[in-house]
């Protein structure tokens, strides 16, 4: 994604820095792009020297000037403006002086702009700028770096018009070799533009506003052919899951500068995050256009076709038609957004998107306003090192970065956003190096939410397990005293291709039952499209917590209370009691190393394979032909998706895919279970929900209801679902086994 300014800079690169040339007393030039910025809302503590911060004292050399100030005006050959430079006397802020730009006559690229005398960088500190504004049209914050070999100019953040004083107000980290800094407020357009109480103060983070670890999101911008090879490679090769937004307009065009369907498509099976970046990359509240970049392009309407909820909507459509779905997040092209755009895509379903505002997130990040980091030749990030240093600070600071690329090639395009593989492969390897978790967006989001909880990344036995987010409120007994393994009544194992046979459990009297089985370990796995009919198994009560072994091997045997967890993860988690109970009939297994990973997310042959075992089902034990183009032959998961697709159980995705190694939602966990264990047709009557997040055409209502009405899931307090969200290994446990006792009933 793009950010274009109007404004266009004489620039020498030196070094791989940009030097700006300036004009008018030595006026700082804005630069089109931003890199820096940083931190959450901290709280501000030592004052620094921005000399006569409210224009109260006067020049002795110039009365027309604030003491400490100088003011300038930028443009090029074809640029021009008319700039007023006022000293007002009257009429300040806090004081009676302010400082007022005026231009009646514009032609970009050009600007305006008072400016404080530089202030000295302290290495590592982390800054906070304020400042007072009125203005009658949109304004840009800059910072200017004096650096050891010349300058650069950044972006720091817009300044709607304000017809009353209006605080402006930016956290920022300077970047590496940076010496000393300047910060002005530039009008880029016919307008008026008055400046007040100016201050630069050090900033501590608010650790209240942290998370328990500081995680790193790697974000790819526009689908560009890069990011298939050598992104996607490179990304595969250390284990990590990128999110990829996409210009969907792109994919039908069939440039070679693009992925093509396909190629996102097996980024997806892959499991990474695929995201919407809309239709043509247009403006979509129209801001972006203002600057007069004629690059920039306003989504229509109003009369002209295609707009803003067209753009969203459309780009979401023809992503879920190549069986991308859930898609939840969005990257805002140019980064221009407004309330009405974030309300567009609530209703859209997605769960957040991201700006060009350059920082780092924290938990009270708004989700549809998130910050990130640019890697890119415009800002001057041509080394390994600084993207570290971003790296560094969000995990001492226990914040959230978001690191973005767009083209990764070897020679510039012509295009100054862009890296080259070295960069690139270096910044992967660092992460790696220093054990930093990586996430995607949408998971990111869920620990802002709280819909998801941080977790670890445990070395799986069988396969990966990627991503995370919730399924079932988290609300279990803690202090249940699981029973003693009971005998095995179940029948035998063995090949096939689906049938499906019912474990035999009584329940006691107390209507509180036990699994009973000799049947494999499986693990994860998840499901998809198709239902059927029959019912299944049982489990404790979970209204008392109790749980008393199957009556028809093991009645009267006295119960033994466990003394430890089975996985040493889930000691103390709200999932040990499912978890275990599952575990100890051979439903679900662990990782090598003792541990469940109880938060980590299901995949979509994770949940097929939990259900398959949990249900009965034998197991196809003789694979010769792909079930799916995506499922090879000697795939650890071959066997379940050949047993769930002859069952009618599992179904593919477009262009006959399985994407085994996506995630599952927690519709379509819901869908799963059910299918799997033939639930009836005439139990799925519900036509229509209450909770607000679900749509009244969605498909998955009667799944919803269904699971609902037998207490099986249950919603969020603020009355949401969260349909197209993740769900956890222990979330899904605890579903797997509600599911087995109400179905035995």
């Known amino acids: 994604m793009k950010r274009l300014t109007a404004i266009l800079l004489s620039v020498i690169l030196l070094y791989g820095q940009t030097t700006f040339v300036f004009a008018d007393e030595g006026a700082p030039t804005p630069t089109p792009e931003a890199t820096e910025s940083a931190t959450p809302t901290p709280e501000a503590t030592t004052n620094l020297v921005v000399q006569n911060p409210g224009f109260e004292e006067v020049d002795p050399a110039d009365a027309t000037k604030p003491n400490h100030w100088n003011h300038g005006s930028y443009s090029d050959a074809t640029g021009s403006n008319d700039a007023v430079f006022n000293y007002l006397t009257t009429g300040g802020r806090s004081g009676t002086a302010a400082a007022n730009i005026e231009i009646t006559t514009h032609t970009p690229p050009s600007d305006a702009k008072w400016y404080f005398e530089n202030i000295a960088v302290t290495s590592g500190m982390t800054y906070q700028y304020s400042g007072w504004y009125k203005s009658d049209v949109a304004t840009v914050l800059y910072i200017q770096y004096t650096l050891a070999n010349g300058s650069t100019v950044n972006w720091l953040k817009d300044a709607p018009a304000a017809t009353d004083w209006t605080e402006l107000k930016v956290t920022f980290t300077p970047i590496a070799g940076a010496v000393s800094f300047t910060i002005f407020q530039a009008l880029e357009q016919a307008g008026s533009l008055t400046i007040d109480d100016i201050s630069v103060t050090e900033a501590t983070p608010d650790t209240g506003n942290t998370f328990a670890n500081g995680f790193v ?21 250390e284990g990590f899951k990128g999110s990829f937004y996409i210009i969907t307009d792109e994919l039908t065009i069939g440039s070679s500068e693009y992925m093509t369907p396909q190629q996102v498509q097996d980024l997806y099976a892959d499991g990474h995050e695929i995201g919407s970046h809309t239709m043509t990359h247009c403006s979509l509240s129209g801001n972006a256009s203002d600057t007069g970049d004629d690059a920039i392009v306003a989504c229509k309407n109003a009369d002209g076709s295609i707009g803003p909820e067209d753009e969203i909507n459309g780009a979401k459509a023809a992503l879920i038609a190549l069986g991308i779905d859930p898609l939840s997040t969005l990257v805002y092209p140019y980064g221009d957004y407004n309330d009405a755009v974030i309300d567009l895509l609530k209703a859209a379903g997605f769960i957040g998107a991201r700006t060009v505002e350059p920082g780092f997130n924290t938990k009270k990040t708004d989700p549809f306003k998130l910050q990130y980091q640019e890697v890119d030749m415009v800002n001057g990030v041509v080394d390994v090192a600084k993207a570290q240093e971003w790296i560094d600070t969000a995990i ?31 910044i992967v390897d660092y992460l790696k190096s220093s054990n930093t978790e990586v996430v995607t967006m949408k998971d990111g989001i869920g620990r802002i939410t709280g819909t998801v909880a941080p977790t ?16 079932v409120s988290p609300s279990p007994t803690a202090t249940v005293t ?52 029959e019912t299944n198994d049982s ?73 398959l075992v949990a249900f009965d089902f034998e197991i196809a034990t003789d694979v010769t032909e792909e079930s799916f183009k995506d499922v090879e032959l000697t795939a650890w998961y071959a066997p379940y998706i050949q047993t769930g697709k002859a069952a009618g159980i599992a179904s593919g995705f477009g262009t006959d895919m399985f994407l085994p190694n996506k995630q599952i939602s927690r519709a379509e966990a819901l869908k799963m279970i059910a299918t799997a264990a033939k639930v009836s047709e005439a139990d799925f009557t519900a036509e229509e929900s209450d909770f607000s997040d679900v749509a009244k055409d969605a498909w998955y209502i009667p799944y919803i209801e269904w699971a609902v009405e037998k207490k099986i899931v249950s ?23 509600l599911a087995l006792q109400q179905l035995s009933k």
Do not use: C
């Open 217 to 237: 999101t790697l974000a790819f911008d526009d689908g560009w052919i890069s990011h298939y090879d050598p992104v996607r490679t490179k990304l595969n090769q």
């Open 396 to 426: 001492a600071d226990k914040t959230w970065l978001i690191i973005t690329f767009h083209q990764v090639v070897d020679v510039d395009p012509g295009d100054n956003y862009s890296t080259t593989p070295a960069i690139f492969n270096g």
């Open 456 to 471: 670890p990344t445990p070395t799986p036995s069988v396969s990966p397990s990627p991503t995370a987010d919730p399924s």
């Open 482 to 533: 699981p029973t003693p393994t009971p005998q095995s009544s179940g029948g035998g194992g063995g090949g096939g291709g689906g049938g499906s046979r019912a474990r035999v459990v009584k329940m006691s009297d107390d209507n509180s039952g036990v699994l009973s089985s000799d049947e494999d370990t499986p693990d994860s796995s998840e499901n998809d499209d198709t239902p059927s009919t």
């Open 539 to 611: 489990v404790a009560n979970t209204e008392t917590g109790d749980s008393v072994a199957n009556t028809e091997d093991t009645e009267g045997e006295e119960e033994t209370p466990v003394e430890k967890a089975l996985f040493a993860d889930i000691v103390g988690h709200w999932g040990k009691f499912f978890i275990e109970e599952l575990a100890k009939h051979k439903v679900v297994n662990g990782y090598g190393d003792d541990h469940f990973g109880p938060d980590t997310e299901l995949t979509r042959a994770e949940a097929l394979k939990i259900a």
């Open 715 to 737: 919603g969020y307090p603020n009355g949401t679902f969260g349909p197209n969200q993740g769900i956890t290994r222990a979330e899904f446990s605890k579903i797997t086994y």
